[in-house]
């Protein structure tokens, strides 16, 4: 098992499988190797096998938070929702306060369209860790859909009050300024992002997006393609690319 984490941490993930398997072989009844094996399999593009692993892990003993978990995450990225719930309603129960699950569970509530709840849930987190920058990220996210701008810019101001913005909160910077009408200071701010970070798509697809309303599609199109190159999945970069 130890072997295989040394590998997981190289990124020798086909290394890694074999001795989580083996690891698994030889002590069937421990039940991290088979959560270790099934997050390799799920990088590697098998969820399938990832979630049958999990559930002889779970057949073992029904209640190994580890395995509830992971169970939800990838069904959550794998787009299975109603079962992500189902599970991670499961590894709350058994760890009502584990931040990975909570911060799952309001990315499931907003999906879902429910605000007002993922705002509670995100609220209650930080009242126990102000500082909680993946909370704050929900929570200005929640904002900005609401276009809230002002409550949006108070959650940016305790991100920034933690230190330099991760990319995701400086596009997030952009947006703000955009909503709050100092169109100059926003296309500053991403014409920054785009230059410190060249390979974060999600900036390309906004940039893409202000070229369009700019009234330059030749530009637009070339902002759009390199994300979508960047990251195939980018729903938002082929949306714009078709408008």
């Given amino acids: 098992y130890v072997l295989g984490q040394v590998y997981s941490a190289q990124e020798r993930r086909f290394r890694a499988l074999t001795a989580y398997r083996e690891a698994i072989q030889f002590?069937?009844?421990?039940?991290?190797?088979?959560?270790?094996y099934a997050r390799t399999q799920a990088l590697l593009g098998k969820p399938a096998v990832a979630l049958q692993t999990l559930g002889e892990a779970l057949r073992r003993e029904p209640r190994y938070y580890p395995a509830l978990f992971e169970r939800a995450r990838i069904q959550y990225t794998t787009g299975a929702r109603a079962?992500?719930?189902i599970a991670l309603e499961q590894a709350l129960l058994i760890r009502?306060?584990?931040?990975?699950?909570?911060?799952?569970?309001?990315?499931?509530?907003k999906d879902q369209g429910r605000l007002a709840a993922a705002e509670e849930r995100a609220q209650q987190v930080l009242e126990r860790v102000p500082g909680a920058r993946d909370f704050l990220l929900e929570l200005l996210d929640i904002q900005l859909q609401r276009?809230?701008?002002?409550?949006?810019?108070?959650?940016?101001?305790?991100?920034?009050?933690?230190?330099?913005?991760?990319?995701?909160?400086?596009?997030?910077?952009?947006?703000?300024?955009?909503g709050e009408g100092r169109s100059e200071q926003a296309q500053a701010a991403l014409a920054r992002l785009t230059g410190d970070r060249p390979q974060f798509a999600p900036a390309l697809a906004l940039q893409g997006q202000w070229l369009i309303a700019g009234g330059q599609p030749d530009a637009a199109v070339k902002a759009l393609n390199r994300a979508v190159d960047l990251a195939p999945n980018l729903a938002e970069a082929y949306y714009r690319k078709a408008v």
């Fill in 83 to 85: 079962d992500a719930e």
């Fill in 96 to 109: 009502p306060l584990s931040p990975e699950a909570l911060l799952l569970q309001v990315r499931l509530l």
């Fill in 27 to 36: 002590a069937p009844d421990d039940l991290a190797p088979y959560v270790a």
């Fill in 147 to 178: 276009a809230d701008w002002s409550r949006a810019r108070s959650v940016l101001e305790r991100l920034q009050a933690l230190g330099p913005l991760t990319p995701e909160a400086a596009l997030d910077e952009a947006k703000v300024l955009a």
